[in-house]
């Protein structure tokens, strides 16, 4: 079987089992705290807290994981060894209070031995039973449901099964929350397989761990106590790059002799492939591993730079695929270190052009879709076309840091004695990308020796920093439900004195409250959409809302900026949203719909939404796409959004079950929904969105767009206006044109023509003036030569001249200099508020020992200006207040 096998016959087989079978969830997380989605259970969260209801009982996947950057980084150690990756699929089955242990222990045994063909007798189990301090209670039910299995396959469990502590068999969501006992799967690899249990979490590479089944059964409180859940749930995982692996290299279990390796699959022989042909055939993967990471054979450095490579192509590949781009800052910052370790690693092998993109162009064709369960939806619309042209882009801008990164190093070296001290390792490391082990080969390479304890210093420091700033994650569970507001602002019904009751008040960091009321039309700030405004009627008094937002639990908090006692509470309240203000957010936020829609069918399907922001004002909509947009294709936007809002399209907005949506609906990056979703209908195109909008497209009036540029590599973002902010701009326009035809005596239809004319008039202007000034320049020029003939060689001459610029100014001084080769010449001009001033030595006066350079710096130091330059030709500027002449005198003489 191969990977595609695999993860095919892995769906297919719970499916069997009654599991509803999800497609794999984006590797950007929904979960701020997390950088990639990392694990196959970040998707799932909401469910174990029950924030979200699941949509089956049993549910199968094949989830994307990315481990790089965070908690869970696993970057430094790709290349080193044969098992670790930054991107990996995790097979995994769950239930959310349906089956337990026995129906996951028993499935998971049927899976492997007696589907799979994996020999029972070489396979291990491990359950939790606690250590002295450590929580909950000796896993009993799991090591029943194991013995059952290993008696049934004829096997004694007393050598088939083992215990472990919280650190092996202990599983946490975090520091509080849902957790439970786990039960692993081990795997003997060694040639006899006769390792035994000693052999399981021993750290021998020849057992590997091939499954994780988590119980989800207690509840960890902030006290340090653990409550069992009133609901259990089942979370497990196998990597399918290590089952691959293994089934690769013994050869369907047939041959155990060689060293077992995740990168021994179809899923990377293609990429070792195009390395290879990449490298001219110069250099092959032999699979070695090294014995010493820090001091490598050659064909151990070779093996690592495959597996570095092949490992970061896949995981750029797919997290491109999904709509993460390298940046400067968080998962993007993670993202451009990748690419950079994986340029450093191919330069390694001799790789040359952009070879990043080839690799990637292979890795599409590897993990592209299977026809039946795609894994990867909407990952790879055109791989061709974005991938490869942001790739390119990095790879790029990566040759010109890695050139600054090799200066640093050779310039670290030359002041501290051929010595590359810590602090300069670490900033080639966290700076520009460069790993501690390519620092230390490019140093050996150069007789460069390395400072290894001050770079740990350097990184300790960074930890503890991180460590200082790190919060303790702190998961409610199961609760809380009570307290949410109702939300009756979709209509417009509930819009003007909807009646209701004051609940509570909480305090603002700024001055005031935030008000909870039972239920509200005001619309909370998500999505990218603005809260709403209005006022709030209690009793006799009226209160303006300034902001609404969402708080914990669902709460809807309203902010006023006055203090309301606690005695109100309970009363009756009327709430008002500020109509026109509604209605101008709604046109902008279904403008955005109509431009994302309109951004698909010009430049391709694989734009994605990466941010947007909607306000009364005006909509900002971030998108991916790797080059800026032509004027033509803006229009083409524009034109094809405003079609649909002189079409006046009614909107359709309902709600559905998550699987019963429309086949074409599209859902926003990275978000996990639950049972129940909200689908906005325009015409033939659907979005999942729980924001406001118009009844019908031509209540948006129109739509222009003002500005198009990047904001990141591969990120593009468009600013647009709607309705009344359009008709405004508009208006300002005309305004504007208006004004300016009465400036120029014209028309406002003959405005172009007029200004034609002007543009004109002045270039001709501009050429009288520039002749006048050449004919100034040559009357000082020949004034100050004659003046220069007078003097005594070797010629020190300065002084005053009128000039209209520092470049009129440079032609002076340089011309003197080349016609007076023994000259040092100081000029000096006043415009506007400041001096100007240049000076230039003659190729005798340099090999005197004279310099430019320095007498503008000593210039600039005592007229408290700035200066430059090189020692044939400085310039700079002085504040006007100075006498600069006399400064010049005074350094001429010296």
Request: glycine share 12%.
């Amino acid at each position: 079987m191969n990977a595609a096998d695999l993860r095919a016959d892995f769906l297919e087989f719970f499916r069997g089992r009654g599991h509803a079978i999800v497609p794999s969830a984006s590797l950007l997380p929904s979960a701020p705290n997390l950088l990639f989605t990392n694990a196959g259970m970040n998707p799932f969260v909401p469910y174990f807290l029950n924030q979200l209801r699941s949509p089956s009982g049993r549910i199968a996947d094949v989830q994307k994981c990315m481990r790089a950057g965070g908690k869970h980084n696993d970057l430094g150690d790709v290349g080193y060894d044969t098992y670790h990756h930054t991107f990996f699929e995790m097979l995994g089955n769950w239930s959310f209070g349906d089956y337990f242990k026995e129906e996951a222990i028993c499935w998971a045994w049927e899976l492997l031995v007696e589907r799979w063909g994996f020999p029972k007798e070489r396979l291990f189990a491990t359950v939790y039973r606690p250590l002295p301090g450590e929580p909950a209670s000796y896993d009993d039910e799991a090591y029943a449901a194991w013995a059952n299995v290993f008696c049934r396959a004829g096997l004694d469990p007393e050598e088939h099964i083992t215990c472990g502590g919280a650190r092996e068999n202990f599983w946490m969501m975090g520091e509080t929350g849902p957790c439970g006992p786990c039960t692993e799967i081990h795997m003997d690899l060694t040639p006899a397989g006769n390792g035994g249990l000693s052999l399981v979490n021993g750290g021998n590479p020849r057992c590997m761990e091939l499954w994780n089944l988590v119980f989800i059964q207690y509840n960890a409180l902030e006290n340090g106590k653990f409550e069992k859940l009133s609901m259990h749930y089942v979370d497990t995982g196998m990597g399918l790059e290590r089952v691959a692996g293994i089934l690769a290299t013994t050869d369907g279990f047939r041959d155990f002799s060689r060293t077992p390796s995740n990168y021994g699959s179809g899923l990377f022989r293609p990429i070792f492939e195009k390395i290879c042909e990449l490298g001219d055939g110069k250099v092959r993967y032999g699979n070695t591993v090294p014995a010493n990471r820090h001091a490598l054979t050659q064909q151990e450095s070779v093996d690592c730079a495959f597996r570095v490579l092949a490992d970061h192509a896949r995981a750029l590949t797919m997290a491109i695929g999904d709509g993460i781009f390298p940046g400067n800052e968080g998962r993007g910052y993670v993202l451009r270190r990748i690419l950079r370790r994986a340029v450093l690693f191919g330069r390694r092998l001799g790789l040359r052009g952009h070879f990043m993109a080839e690799l990637a162009k292979t890795c599409a064709t590897v993990l592209r879709p299977l026809p039946n369960h795609g894994p990867f939806p909407l990952s790879f619309a055109s791989p061709e076309d974005f991938l490869p042209r942001t790739l390119d882009a990095e790879q790029d801008a990566f040759g010109q840091t890695m050139d600054r990164g090799l200066r640093l190093l050779g310039e670290a070296a030359d002041r501290h004695g051929g010595k590359l001290p810590g602090d300069a390792l670490f900033e080639l490391h966290d700076t520009y990308g460069f790993p501690l082990d390519l620092s230390q080969l490019i140093a050996a390479e150069r007789g460069i020796s390395v400072d290894l304890e001050g770079f740990e210093r350097a990184m300790e420091r960074q930890k503890n920093l991180a460590r200082m700033a790190k919060k303790v994650q702190k998961i409610a569970v199961e609760g809380g439900g009570e307290g949410v507001t109702e939300f009756v602002g979709y209509g417009v019904n509930h819009l003007e004195g909807h009646r209701t009751k004051l609940l509570q008040s909480l305090p603002r960091k700024e001055n005031g409250q935030f008000l909870v009321f039972a239920s509200s039309p005001f619309y909370g700030e998500r999505g990218g959409q603005v809260g709403d405004r209005g006022t709030v009627r209690i009793g006799e008094n009226t209160f303006e809302i300034l902001d609404t937002q969402h708080g914990a639990d669902g709460l809807l908090l309203h902010a006023i900026l006055s203090t309301i006692s606690h005695e109100c509470m309970g009363e009756m309240a009327l709430l008002s949203v500020d109509i026109p203000r509604r209605r101008r957010i709604a046109a902008h936020h279904t403008a955005t719909h109509l431009i994302q829609a309109a951004l698909r069918q010009v430049i391709g399907e694989h734009v994605t939404q990466a941010g947007s922001s909607v306000t009364d004002r005006q909509l900002r909509f971030d998108f991916s796409h790797f080059r800026a947009l032509e004027e033509e294709q803006l229009r083409r936007i524009e034109t094809l959004a405003n079609g649909v809002v002189r079409a006046n399209i009614p909107l359709r907005i309902f709600e559905t079950d998550f699987h019963g949506k429309p086949a074409h609906c599209l859902a926003h990056f990275g978000e996990r929904y639950g049972s129940r979703v909200r689908v906005v209908e325009i015409g033939d195109t659907a979005e999942l969105c729980g924001g406001t909008h118009v009844a019908a497209t031509g209540e948006i009036g129109t739509i222009k767009i003002l500005s198009e540029g990047a904001i990141a590599a591969g990120v593009r973002r468009l600013v647009a206006v709607a309705g009344e902010p359009a008709q405004e701009l508009f208006g300002e326009i005309f305004r504007r044109q208006r004004d300016l035809a009465t400036e120029l005596h014209c028309e406002t239809d003959g405005l172009q023509g007029a200004v034609a004319a002007l543009r004109e008039r002045t270039k001709i202007l501009e050429k009288q003036m520039k002749q006048v000034e050449q004919g100034e320049i040559q009357r000082q020029l020949e004034e100050l030569t004659s003046r220069a003939l007078t003097l005594e060689a070797p010629r020190r001459f300065g002084g005053r001249v009128q000039v209209g610029d520092a470049v009129a100014l440079r032609t002076l001084v340089l011309r003197l200099a080349e016609q007076f080769s023994d000259g040092v010449f100081f000029l000096v001009s006043r415009t506007e508020n400041r001096w100007i001033f240049a000076i230039g030595c003659g190729k005798e006066a340099l090999g005197r020992g004279n310099s430019a350079k320095n007498l503008a710096t000593i210039f600039a130091e005592k007229s408290g200006g700035r200066g430059g330059g090189k020692d044939d030709f400085a310039s700079g500027t002085a504040p006007g207040g100075v006498v600069a002449e006399e400064i010049v005198a005074l350094l001429l003489r010296s």
